[in-house]
């Protein structure tokens, strides 16, 4: 975003309730079966890693393990548009940042945090994506650029995404048009407005791990503290949500997120314009408390 400074960074993890099963055998009632040891369910931060890696490993051109990572109808923002999870949508080439004439060399994840319970998980990463263009006429040159993602994982949909955002890490950019409407839009609810108000949005903000993007390399804060002094960098700027693309927000029993185009007004101009995304998890009195955080450049 616009005034950007950079932020330190505290690295947070979080632990789940581990299950336990136990069985015993009742043919020998002289030597009882010994119980087979206690399995415990992956933490978040293992849910998280996990699907990380499969989705790395299919980018860009396994468009169809890379979507198996999704639940079906799920909606992704991604760095130029929002979609909805269909057979037909070029994700991979989307999140790294293809053109007809680039090839994608590497992918590293380079942070991760993570967070959850039993029942959702979700997860804030960095990456690291290499790209080579040879257009027509031209020398190929190799670029690296950081792809920041936010992904909402729920157990009812096998630990599949439900919902995501991933952004390129550029400066922000005057346009005139939107870049259209976010698939199956919802009325707006509670959490769409926190993504144009930075201080209730810093006020909202969940106890460790969480996690808040901005636009610019040094707009990234990892713990509350962090997030809310980032926030407060920006409480001066005229956010507005852009009510022509429409906005999307969902809650279930125990996680919630919100989609939206948000503007930074330019006077006598075309607004800068960013894709913001959140992840939520129901607090006490019918409150949520916010974990995630994406904002983009479009």
Known sequence: MLQAAPIRIAAVSFACVLAASCTAQADSPKTPAKAPPAKSSPMPEERAKSLLEKQMKALPADNAALLATFAKDAVVMLPRVAAKIEPDLELGGQIAGMNPHAEMKGAQLS???????????????????????????????????????VELLDAASDWKVVAASFTEVRSLEQLRESLGP????????????????????AASLSADPVVVFGTDKAERAVGRAAAKALLAKWRKLPLAIEEADKVREVCAASWGFAMADVNIPKPGGAPFRMSAFLVAVPGPSGSWSVVAVNYGAR
């Open 182 to 201: 976010i698939p199956s839009p919802t009325p707006p609810g509670p959490l769409v407005k926190l993504l144009a108000v930075p201080d209730e949005l």
């Open 111 to 149: 942070q991760l945090v993570a967070g959850g319970a039993s029942s959702m998980a979700w997860l804030a990463a960095d990456l690291e994506i290499t790209v080579v263009s040879a257009e027509p006429g031209e020398k190929p040159s190799s670029a690296t650029h950081t792809v920041r993602a």
